[in-house]
């Protein structure tokens, strides 16, 4: 029987967290009894802290972790993953995109691999969402290689321990290209599973906004240019 933290960032999703915690919270409880579910509520102008706050009433395993202010995708994404205290993270997000129950679909790759990542088969999203995750995928196969087929798909499981060997900088949607390239680097396996999604029922989505897709493409060089960096230092001490 392993041991599972959930985690999840929130973000104005009100409407969205109670049923992701009711259709999460027994599905996990099939798995283990060791469990939890964390979510992040990342300086939300609505009331999802406190609708979290009332679902810790009748689910125990909830913790809340609060931002104060907004602060960025991979900077709730972080303060899950670190806040995790289980063997094994299951990364998912709280917009009711994903069957929670197709974490079985990954379970039984626990033993072959360290990081189960899902990638979204097919995705439902908007044509042009999709034509611009193409476009992101793309650049970051050219620029470090492939890690995965979908790489910011809210659905992997993972080792709570490669978190105490890697250091993933960005705080923004790059986050998770981040994430997966280093811990590819630093030989962790990465086995990939196809995922059932959802279109958005509740909530509006944040990655379309300008300013995040600046910020994305900002951070995305700085982790290049500190690749090289790190690479050239390496080869100094050599």
Partial sequence: MI??????????EEENVGPMVEALDPVLASITDDYEIIIVDDGSKDRTAERVMELQARYPKVRLVRHPVNQGFGAAVHTGFTSATKEWVFYTDADRQFKVEEIHKLLPLTDKADIIAGYRAPRADPFLRKVFAFGWFSLCTVLFGYTARDIDCAFKLFRREI?????VDSRGATFSIEFLVRAKRAGYRIAEVPVSHLPRLAGNPTGAKLSVIARAFRELFRFRLRLWK???????RA
């Fill in 163 to 167: 978190l105490d060997h890697i250091r």
């Fill in 230 to 236: 790190e690479g050239s230092g390496k080869q100094g």
């Fill in 3 to 12: 041991s599972i933290s959930a985690a999840m960032p929130a973000y104005n």
